[in-house]
């Protein structure tokens, strides 16, 4: 054994120290002895407390030496899911020639190995390995399922989004916002309209996964979300509205001023708050009158929208906020007033002190 092997396997034996920082000082050692500390780290593969396992296998992934892809890809199916996801890791880190191992494990028997080399093949970015990534699914483990749905998005993979667009319609919840998530990392216009139908998901989780992928789009999804919300019920409507401040394209500054006189509250929340985010100062007349709603949640989204405009035109309507009933309005008016930072903002604001 040479020196430096005689080096690391007494450096991985501290590894057990409870302070993270001193283990971090280790890896490092061990890392700084490049392959000359790669046997000795398989070995420790093997160790009986999973922490070692677990920074063992971030060393290996840090080295990137080839020889540590078969006990990695083990370690996939380690006892300790902490040591698997160190694992899945380090392979990604040691990139395509680790490819190959990983499709192998990708349709092997274990399922936690399956989704490791899944996560893995998508950090890694090899756009040819989709193909095997979409027969996964069908996986019959959902967390397989999912791994392969997070891994297509990564990959940005354009010959999976109808197979996507079949998982996000899924009823199971999991899957439904993975494949929402991986949609919006494609950018597909294909994509747009199934998007805008997730919008109405039961699942709050799967709407903002959904409405986020939206935003990622940006303006080509404005068209269908403007007919979305003209057309579609009061929960696709607020969403609708959200998602266009969001993405702030003027084409949907009308719709949002007719929102504001919607029957649904939520809904006039959320417009008077997209219509800050577009910031036009012809807003302001529209949002004015917000301000002497009976509701609360109205006048804060109101404050909030003409705060959004950054206009000198909107300080003396947001100035009268400073005395309103609800202290989350006064706050949100002065904090309005910070953001115009329009020199008219400081008397009201020393005012209000």
Same mark, same amino acid.
Request: proline share 4%; glycine share 6%.
């Given at each position: 054994?040479?020196?430096?092997?005689?080096?690391a396997?007494?450096?991985?034996s501290?590894?057990?120290?409870?302070?993270?920082?001193?283990?971090?000082?280790?890896?490092?050692?061990?890392?700084?002895?490049?392959?000359?500390?790669?046997?000795?780290?398989?070995?420790?593969?093997?160790h009986?407390d999973?922490?070692?396992?677990?920074?063992?296998?971030?060393?290996?992934g840090?080295?990137g030496?080839?020889?540590?892809?078969?006990?990695?890809?083990?370690s996939?199916?380690?006892?300790?899911?902490?040591?698997?996801?160190a694992a899945?890791?380090?392979l990604a880190k040691?990139?395509?020639?680790?490819?190959?191992?990983?499709?192998?494990?990708?349709?092997g028997s274990?399922?936690?190995?399956?989704?490791?080399?899944?996560?893995?093949?998508?950090?890694?970015?090899?756009?040819?390995v989709?193909?095997?990534?979409?027969?996964?699914?069908?996986?019959?483990?959902?967390?397989?399922q999912?791994?392969?749905?997070?891994?297509?998005?990564?990959?940005?993979?354009?010959?999976?989004?109808?197979?996507?667009?079949?998982v996000?319609?899924?009823?199971?919840?999991?899957?439904?916002?993975?494949?929402?998530?991986?949609?919006?990392?494609?950018?597909?216009?294909?994509a747009?309209?199934?998007?805008?139908?997730?919008?109405g998901?039961?699942?709050?989780?799967?709407?903002?996964?959904?409405?986020?992928?939206?935003?990622?789009?940006?303006?080509?999804?404005?068209?269908a979300?403007?007919?979305a919300?003209r057309?579609?019920?009061?929960?696709?409507?607020?969403w609708?509205?959200?998602?266009?401040?969001?993405?702030?394209?003027?084409?949907?500054?009308?719709?949002l001023?007719?929102?504001? =006189? !919607? $029957? &649904?509250?939520? @809904?006039?929340?959320? /417009? *008077?708050?997209? %219509? #800050?985010? +577009?910031?036009?100062?012809?807003?302001?007349?529209?949002?004015?009158?917000?301000?002497?709603?009976?509701n609360?949640?109205?006048?804060?989204?109101?404050v909030?929208?003409?705060?959004g405009?950054?206009?000198?035109?909107?300080?003396?309507?947001v100035?009268?906020?400073? =005395? !309103? $009933? &609800?202290?989350? @309005?006064?706050?949100t /008016? *002065?904090?309005? %007033? #910070?953001? +115009?930072?329009?020199?008219?903002?400081?008397?009201?604001l020393?005012?209000?002190?």
């Amino acid at each position: 054994m040479s020196s430096a092997s005689k080096k690391a396997t007494t450096l991985i034996s501290k590894l057990r120290a409870k302070s993270s920082a001193s283990r971090d000082n280790v890896l490092s050692d061990l890392v700084e002895l490049g392959p000359d500390a790669v046997e000795p780290l398989m070995e420790a593969l093997d160790h009986k407390d999973y922490k070692v396992r677990m920074a063992v296998a971030e060393a290996l992934g840090d080295i990137g030496d080839e020889r540590a892809i078969p006990p990695l890809i083990e370690s996939l199916s380690d006892s300790s899911k902490n040591t698997q996801e160190a694992a899945a890791g380090a392979l990604a880190k040691i990139g395509d020639s680790a490819v190959p191992a990983l499709l192998d494990a990708l349709i092997g028997s274990d399922q936690a190995a399956r989704k490791w080399a899944a996560e893995a093949l998508g950090s890694i970015g090899d756009a040819s390995v989709a193909q095997e990534l979409m027969k996964r699914l069908n996986d019959p483990n959902i967390e397989v399922q999912r791994a392969a749905v997070t891994a297509l998005g990564d990959l940005k993979s354009k010959r999976a989004i109808d197979p996507l667009i079949d998982v996000l319609r899924d009823d199971n919840v999991d899957l439904a916002k993975a494949a929402a998530e991986a949609l919006g990392k494609i950018r597909s216009e294909v994509a747009i309209e199934p998007l805008i139908e997730a919008l109405g998901s039961p699942s709050i989780d799967v709407r903002k996964a959904a409405g986020r992928s939206l935003q990622r789009v940006g303006s080509a999804a404005v068209p269908a979300l403007i007919e979305a919300v003209r057309q579609g019920d009061p929960m696709m409507r607020r969403w609708g509205v959200e998602v266009l401040g969001e993405i702030s394209d003027e084409r949907a500054l009308q719709m949002l001023v007719e929102s504001l =006189d !919607d $029957d &649904d509250e939520r @809904v006039v929340r959320y /417009a *008077a708050v997209a %219509l #800050g985010s +577009i910031g036009k100062e012809s807003s302001i007349q529209y949002l004015e009158p917000l301000l002497a709603h009976e509701n609360k949640d109205i006048r804060y989204a109101a404050v909030e929208g003409l705060s959004g405009t950054c206009s000198y035109r909107a300080v003396d309507a947001v100035a009268k906020c400073l =005395d !309103d $009933d &609800d202290w989350v @309005v006064r706050m949100t /008016a *002065a904090v309005g %007033l #910070g953001e +115009i930072a329009s020199r008219t903002c400081v008397e009201p604001l020393l005012k209000a002190l």
